[in-house]
């Protein structure tokens, strides 16, 4: 359960010193709410099965929901059947992808993330300037992959402050950086530092990369953490943005930090003389899992989460143009 700030409840005296705070903002962010509903909608409207290019999202419970519905995950177009309908995840997919899936007559919806499609855009305009573009990014990583296949003859990926003495630009003159969206901030500012003594000229995007539900779930991690003996952090493992979290934690105070999936995953040793539990979730992680996590802790003599505030999110994205034409002929818009 969860309270906001106010009169706390009454608890016995070896629970009076404990407290829960839960991190606001948390969970679904406006890109994830849409893809996840635009795969929600189109086997409503379309009937099963939809095929999915890669996990809608990095959490598998999300993605065990949709298969139970009739969504089927792949890892390439191969898998699909030639005229079939299938939606990209929000991660974004490269120029290359889109070609396979018109050469295969595949009914394509496109759930990329509108954030990631920015980068995509810097991407084509920096390369069509002729820039050296570097890439801050997790190698294998889906966004990566789709963002790099933009201009793939002029991106070349950096993973970290180690690499940059291995960058080879034609031109230090015409460099520009990008990165994926759901890295530390602060360990990508650290990153451009480095390259930037080594390229005085870089150029900057127009505007910050990192999307802003990453930043703000950073924030709010780095608000609670030094009040914190344990932070457990839900998401998936093959979430960027949820491990990330975990490392912000860290850095910023917390006593320990953990991801979990659920709350099956959390080991109880963990609270051995902890006081203070703090819980987030990852940009891509369903409230319902995050509320688990608070049902455990107040099984064990916890009380109701205290919400601490850092920032509010109204965004909202509209679904991909093709879904929204079709549910608008079904008179279903």
Not at 15 to 39: F, W
Not at 69 to 85: D, H, N, Q, S
């Amino acid at each position: 359960m969860t309270t906001d700030l106010g009169t706390p409840r009454v608890l016995p005296a070896d629970q009076a010193e404990r407290a829960v705070l839960l991190a606001a903002p948390r969970g679904y962010c406006a890109g994830v709410d849409r893809a996840v509903v635009t795969v929600e909608k189109a086997l409503d409207l379309y009937g099963s099965p939809v095929y999915v290019r890669k996990q809608i999202v990095h959490n598998k419970h999300v993605v065990a929901d949709l298969e139970s519905r009739g969504a089927i995950f792949v890892e390439e177009l191969e898998e699909v059947p030639a005229g079939a309908t299938v939606v990209f995840s929000a991660h974004g997919v490269s120029p290359e992808v889109h070609r396979q899936a018109e050469q295969r007559d595949l009914k394509t919806i496109d759930a990329t993330c509108p954030l990631v499609t920015k980068v995509h855009h810097e991407a084509k305009r920096f390369a069509g300037d002729d820039y050296d573009i570097l890439l801050i990014g997790h190698a294998g990583h889906e966004e990566v992959e789709g963002t790099a296949g933009e201009a793939p003859e002029h991106i070349q990926l950096v993973e970290g402050p180690a690499d940059v003495a291995k960058i080879v630009v034609r031109d230090p003159a015409k460099v520009a950086w990008l990165s994926q969206t759901t890295l530390s901030v602060d360990e990508t500012l650290e990153t451009v530092a480095a390259i930037r003594e080594r390229f005085p000229l870089l150029l900057d995007p127009p505007s910050d990369d990192i999307c802003y539900a990453t930043q703000n779930r950073q924030l709010a991690v780095k608000e609670i953490a030094r009040e914190s003996d344990l932070l457990i952090v839900v998401g998936s493992g093959n979430s960027s943005n949820s491990v990330r979290l975990v490392e912000v934690a860290l850095e910023a105070g917390a006593g320990a930090s953990y991801r979990v999936d659920d709350a099956s995953e959390i080991d109880e040793a963990w609270l051995d003389g902890v006081r203070t539990v703090s819980v987030t979730s990852g940009a891509s992680v369903p409230e319902s899992l995050v509320q688990e996590v608070l049902a455990y802790l107040g099984e064990r003599g916890y009380p109701d989460a205290r919400a601490v505030h850092s920032a509010e999110e109204s965004l909202i994205f509209a679904l991909p143009k093709e879904l929204r034409r079709d549910l608008k002929a079904a008179g279903r818009s």
